[in-house]
């Protein structure tokens, strides 16, 4: 162990005697022998203490755990027992399969500790009524929030968010739509942005109904909220009560202008006239968040290859929001076949929009023993795993 240890100590710049004489009294304690729930026991002699404790604690395989702790920076936490905080994790409730998906991603977290990081923040969304299976659900899809301080961001957040929402109810489920928010400021911009809203007529519900949908307001600066307002209202005319323009604020504040007006560019070079934008964007503004390379990808197929003109797609805004690959080509190869026997008149766009249930129910099974090769094709293109449908 130690000649690996070496190694990874000379590559990490932490060679000095000091270290070596802390690991050894480390792993001579009664400390470095504690071992997990029905775990084999980790001692200095079975090999790298972390990588043993992943594989023998977790069921890492050997290159699974090499991987994991490569992304550790540190090595002088060794000193830390994992199994504290894997212990710790148990005790939540989590299975030994969601403590390896969080340490696949976080492995520093083993070297938290439990007292002084885990518990507090535990204890304090405890407070907010997160427990049982809620609980452990937010652990394991946000356990960076171990990574955040307590007083100095997850505490001023949540309780800008009481005041706002006035339930802590409604505070939990906003609250993994802003634990990331990385900015210093955010609770400062939440509030002058709950300011610009309400000095512009909107009312406290609307206001709470986009938080819970979105950070937005932790994130965008006042003037640009300011200018998103007056475009959506005066440009693109989207009803100030509708979701849609809850969606647009979303939308603009999220992305740049000069990214939001390259969109409106490669549709005017395919033909698509000013109108015909906004008509398209004034009911599914999401459309402005598909990529450059995806949105010509769409155009060239439903213009080029099937023949759809700007008017039609723009009143059929949900073309954009389909898999070209997963749903749409497939779809339509079958959907050629059938107009070719004759056997369906159906429309491109009512077809795209069937659940992959009832696609196959409607425009494959029926004709699986008269049109094998169709049904097979199809089946290949989209992936076995739809056969179980």
């Known amino acids: 162990m130690f000649a690996r240890v070496s190694r990874k100590l000379h590559v990490h710049g932490r060679g000095s005697p000091f270290f070596f004489k802390s690991l050894l009294d480390y792993c001579s304690t009664p400390a470095a022998l504690v071992a997990a729930p029905q775990t084999k026991q980790i001692t200095p002699t079975t090999g790298s203490f972390l990588e043993e404790c992943l594989i023998n604690s977790l069921g890492f395989s050997k290159q699974e755990a090499i991987s994991a702790l490569s992304k550790l920076i540190r090595l002088n936490a ?5 199994n504290l905080v894997i212990n710790f994790l148990f005790n939540l409730g989590l299975t030994k399969a969601d403590i390896k998906k969080v340490i696949s991603k ?105 938080v819970l949908k979105s950070p937005t307001l932790f994130i965008a600066k006042s003037e640009k909220l300011q200018e998103v307002l ?57 459309v402005l968040d598909t990529s450059h390379s995806k949105m010509r990808k769409i155009l060239d197929y439903f213009m080029k290859e099937v023949g759809f003109s700007a008017d039609y797609l723009a009143s059929r805004r949900s073309v954009f929001t389909f898999s070209l690959e997963g749903r749409v080509k497939p779809r339509h190869e079958v959907l050629k076949i059938l107009n070719d026997e004759k056997l369906s008149k159906a429309g491109l766009v009512n077809i795209l929009s069937l659940s992959e249930l009832q696609f196959q129910n409607r425009c494959l099974l029926p004709y699986k023993d008269i049109l094998p090769d169709m049904y097979e094709s199809y089946l290949k293109k989209v992936g076995s795993r739809k056969k179980q449908l």
């Open 230 to 286: 007056h475009r959506l209202q005066h440009d693109w005319g989207i009803p100030r009560d509708t979701n849609m323009f809850a969606q647009g604020i979303d939308v603009l504040c999220s992305g740049s202008k000069s990214k939001i007006d390259m969109k409106f560019e490669i549709l005017r070079s395919y033909g698509w006239s000013n109108s015909e934008i906004i008509r398209m964007v004034r009911s599914l503004p999401r």
């Open 78 to 82: 060794i000193k830390k027992d994992p």
């Open 106 to 210: 976080s492995p520093q977290l083993l070297l938290s500790s439990v007292e002084k990081t885990l518990k507090p923040k535990i204890s304090y969304l405890q407070t907010l009524g997160l427990s049982g299976s809620e609980l452990v659900k937010l652990v394991v899809r946000y356990h960076r929030i171990f990574f955040r301080g307590l007083d100095n961001h997850l505490v001023p957040r949540i309780e800008c968010l009481r005041k706002l929402l006035g339930d802590d109810e409604k505070v939990v489920l906003a609250l993994r739509k802003i634990v990331f928010v990385p900015s210093n400021n955010a609770v400062e911009r939440m509030e002058q942005n709950v300011a610009v809203l309400q000095n512009n007529g909107f009312s406290n519900d609307f206001i709470a109904k986009f």
